[in-house]
């Protein structure tokens, strides 16, 4: 009897040996973890509209030219300055290649920088000078954009065309008044930094350079409403504006988000 009971003990433990040896053996499931997803870059790819505004300045360089006998002929090299408010709006678009965003825009703005100033010499008719004036009416853009963006933000520069409206005009003590508008091409160069608040909406600031070509500005000084011939106002005038702006536009998406490469 004790003999049954101790091989009877003793197969027990062995089947007990080999259970635990064969459940070690087992593979063991791994716990469960949530996918990570990918890091996602905001999308600068698409059309967008928006507006902008901020403060600008203007110098303006005449040299003047006269028929008749109102003003000193070739008179150059007279500057003048003045400062004011620019505003308007943009269109554009975006194409965005890994972290580089090539783009294209248009702007048009409307400006109040308007300055008047006593002419360099006085009028030979009357004992005070003439006054003469420039006013900066508009700025028309069309230029080229090459960004470098990481995330929500872009860093970019610009550069292309520029039309500006610049209206002249004089007024002696006679009186006599003349007035002209032209429109003068010109060139831009510029840059600034964007932000995406969301996917859609974009902040920035920007800097722009613009350099306008020289033009006549010429017409009959009249009196009344007649010609006070020979007496003629006629100016050659240039000149540059620098602007700093704030922007903001909404983009029209074109794709979905990309993989950020940042």
């Not at 089947?15 to 999308?43: I, Q």
């Not at 100033?117 to 030979?124: D, E, G, L, N, T």
Request: proline share 5%; hydrophobic share 45%; aromatic share 12%.
């Amino acid at each position: 009897m004790r003999r049954f009971i101790g091989t009877a003990l003793a197969s027990s433990l062995m089947l007990g040996v080999a259970g635990t040896a064969m459940a070690a053996d087992l593979p063991v499931k791994a716990p469960r973890v949530a996918p990570v997803a990918a890091p996602v870059a905001y999308n600068w790819s698409g059309f967008y509209i928006g507006g902008f505004g901020g403060g600008a300045w203007l110098r303006t360089n005449r040299s003047y030219d006269v028929v008749g006998d109102h003003f000193v002929p070739g008179l150059v090299g007279i500057n003048h300055n003045t400062s004011g408010a620019v505003a308007g709006g943009m269109i554009g678009a975006n194409w965005q290649v890994s972290n580089f965003v090539f783009g294209l825009e248009g702007t048009g703005a409307w400006t109040s920088l308007d300055r008047s100033f006593a002419s360099p010499f006085a009028s030979p008719v009357g004992s005070d000078p003439v006054t003469l004036s420039d006013r900066l009416t508009s700025i028309f853009t069309a230029t080229a954009k090459v960004g470098l963006a990481w995330d929500r933000w872009m860093l970019y520069a610009k550069g292309g065309y520029a039309n500006v409206g610049l209206e002249t005009s004089a007024l002696d003590p006679i009186p006599h008044g003349a007035s002209d508008r032209k429109r003068h091409h010109g060139w831009t160069v510029g840059g600034g930094w964007d932000f995406m608040l969301t996917q859609n909406w974009i902040i920035g600031v920007e800097y722009d350079y613009i350099r306008f070509e020289s033009l006549l500005h010429s017409q009959a000084l009249v009196s009344g409403g007649t010609p006070a011939a020979p007496v003629f106002y006629g100016t050659t005038i240039n000149g540059e504006v620098h602007q700093i702006l704030g922007r903001i536009s909404y983009k029209f998406d074109w794709g979905g988000p990309v993989v950020a490469r940042y």
